[in-house]
C-alpha cells in the first residue's frame, strides 16, 4: 500500500504595493489625488448646473428647479426649467466637457501648454466654413455639418504643413496660429460682403453663443461624446507616454503613429462637434486642462477632470452673460474672451522653457 504525501497549500503571490499616491481598488490602480478631483469637480458642477437653472428673469428656488428637470413642481416651473433652461444647460454641458477633452488632448499631443483648438486653427476652420454655409452657399447647408468639416479640414492642414504633432510640436502650433489666421480672414471677408440680414443670421457662428443651440447638433455633440470620452480614457497609457520623448515613448511600446492619429482624431471631432452647437468658445479648451493639472498635480493626463472643468467654465461664462447685464445677454464666447485673455497673457509671460504639459 502506498502513502500519499499531504499536498502543500499553493505559495499566495507577493502583495504589490501601489506607487506612492496611488491605491488599488480591486484591480484598477487609481491616483487618489484625481478620484478626489473628480469627485469634487462632480460636485461643483452639480452645484452650477442647479444656480444655472434656478437663476435668470424667473428666479426659481433651486431645489424646486432640479425637482422640475424629474417633472414635479408648479406648471410655471416646468415651462420656465424644462423648455427654456434646460436645454441649454445641457448644450452647455456637452460643450465644456467637449472644449475641455479636445484642449487636454491636443496640449498632451503637441507637448505645449499653449495647444488648443483656437491656437492650433481648427475653431476659426469650423467658423469659417459655417459662416460660409450662411453666407455664400445657393443651397441651404447645415451649418453644424459645415463647421465640422471646417474643423476637420483645418486639423489636416495644420497636421499635413507642419509635418506632424510630435518632435515638430512648436511647428504645429505656428502652423495652425497661420492658418487660424488665413481662416479669421475668410470669416471676416464673407461677412462684410454679405447683406445685413444675413450677416446678422452668421454673427452667432463667430463670437460663440448657447442662445442658437439646435436639438439636433447637441445630440450628435453627445453622440460624439459617448464616443470620444471613453476613447480618451482608454488612450491613457499612450497618453502618458506622449508626453515624452519619442526614444522614450517608443522604448514603452508604444505605437507612436497610430496613438498621434488615435489623439489627433478625437481631439478633432470634440472640438468640431463644440463649434457646430456653440460656434467658438475661446479660452475654455486652454484654461481648463491647466486648471485640471494644477488640481490633479502631477500623475496621469486629467482627461475627465478636464472635460469636468469645460463644464464648469462654460457653465459660469454663460451664467454670467445672461445674468450680469440683464436683460441685456453678453454672448458666452465674450465672457470666455474678456476672462480668458488675461490669463492666457500670464500663461505666456509664465511659461518656461520646458512646455511639456
Given at each position: 500500500m502506498t502513502a500519499t504525501l499531504p499536498r502543500r497549500p499553493a505559495a499566495r503571490p507577493p502583495a504589490v504595493a501601489a506607487p506612492p499616491g496611488h491605491s488599488m481598488l480591486g484591480p484598477v490602480l487609481v491616483h487618489r489625488r484625481g478620484l478626489v478631483t473628480v469627485v469634487g469637480l462632480?460636485?461643483?458642477?452639480?452645484?452650477?448646473?442647479?444656480?444655472?437653472?434656478?437663476?435668470?428673469?424667473?428666479?426659481?428656488?433651486?431645489?424646486?428647479?432640479?425637482g422640475a428637470v424629474f417633472g414635479t413642481g408648479t406648471p410655471r416651473d416646468l415651462l420656465v426649467v424644462g423648455q427654456l433652461r434646460l436645454p441649454r444647460v445641457e448644450a452647455g454641458l456637452a460643450v465644456g466637457i467637449a472644449l475641455g477633452l479636445s484642449g487636454c488632448l491636443m496640449q498632451t499631443l503637441a507637448r505645449?501648454?499653449?495647444?488648443?483648438?483656437?491656437?492650433?486653427?481648427?475653431?476659426?476652420?469650423?467658423?469659417?466654413?459655417?459662416?460660409?454655409?450662411?453666407?455664400?452657399?445657393?443651397?441651404?447647408?447645415?451649418?453644424?455639418?459645415?463647421?465640422?468639416?471646417?474643423?476637420?479640414?483645418?486639423?489636416?492642414?495644420?497636421?499635413?504643413?507642419?509635418?506632424?504633432?510630435?518632435?515638430?510640436?512648436?511647428?504645429?502650433?505656428?502652423?495652425?496660429?497661420?492658418?487660424?489666421?488665413?481662416?479669421?480672414?475668410?470669416?471676416?471677408?464673407?461677412?462684410?460682403?454679405?447683406?445685413?440680414?444675413?450677416?446678422?443670421?452668421?454673427?452667432?457662428?463667430?463670437?460663440?453663443?448657447?442662445?442658437?443651440?439646435?436639438?439636433?447638433?447637441?445630440?450628435?455633440?453627445?453622440?460624439?461624446?459617448?464616443?470620444g470620452l471613453p476613447t480618451a480614457m482608454l488612450l491613457g497609457r499612450w497618453l502618458r507616454a506622449l508626453r515624452f520623448?519619442?526614444?522614450?515613448?517608443?522604448?514603452?511600446?508604444?505605437?507612436?503613429g497610430r496613438a498621434r492619429i488615435a489623439v489627433l482624431l478625437t481631439s478633432v471631432g470634440a472640438a468640431g462637434l463644440s463649434v457646430a452647437v456653440a460656434g467658438p468658445l475661446g479660452m475654455v479648451a486652454l484654461a481648463a486642462p491647466e486648471?485640471?493639472?494644477?488640481?490633479?498635480?502631477?500623475g496621469p493626463?486629467?482627461?475627465?477632470?478636464?472635460a469636468l472643468t469645460g463644464a464648469v467654465f462654460t457653465l459660469l461664462a454663460d451664467l454670467v452673460g445672461r445674468t450680469a447685464f440683464a436683460p441685456l445677454e453678453i454672448p458666452a464666447g465674450l465672457v470666455t474672451a474678456v476672462v480668458g485673455g488675461p490669463y492666457l497673457?500670464?500663461?505666456?509671460?509664465?511659461?518656461?522653457?520646458?512646455t511639456t504639459p
Open positions: 462632480l460636485v461643483v458642477l452639480g452645484a452650477v448646473v442647479a444656480i444655472s437653472l434656478a437663476v435668470g428673469s424667473v428666479r426659481i428656488d433651486p431645489l424646486r428647479a432640479v505645449n501648454r499653449l495647444a488648443t483648438p483656437e491656437t492650433t486653427g481648427l475653431n476659426n476652420g469650423a467658423t469659417a466654413f459655417a459662416v460660409a454655409s450662411v453666407v455664400s452657399v445657393p443651397m441651404s447647408l447645415a451649418p453644424p455639418a459645415m463647421a465640422l468639416t471646417g474643423a476637420a479640414t483645418a486639423a489636416a492642414l495644420t497636421l499635413g504643413l507642419s509635418g506632424g504633432a510630435g518632435p515638430r510640436g512648436y511647428r504645429f502650433l505656428v502652423v495652425g496660429l497661420g492658418l487660424g489666421a488665413v481662416f479669421g480672414a475668410v470669416t471676416n471677408l464673407l461677412l462684410a460682403r454679405a447683406d445685413i440680414d444675413t450677416a446678422n443670421a452668421a454673427m452667432p457662428w463667430t463670437v460663440g453663443t448657447l442662445n442658437t443651440t439646435t436639438g439636433p447638433a447637441v445630440r450628435l455633440l453627445e453622440l460624439g461624446l459617448l464616443v520623448p519619442d526614444a522614450v515613448a517608443t522604448g514603452l511600446g508604444v505605437p507612436l486648471a485640471a493639472r494644477r488640481l490633479t498635480g502631477p493626463v486629467p482627461v475627465v477632470a478636464s497673457l500670464w500663461l505666456l509671460l509664465t511659461t518656461r522653457t520646458r
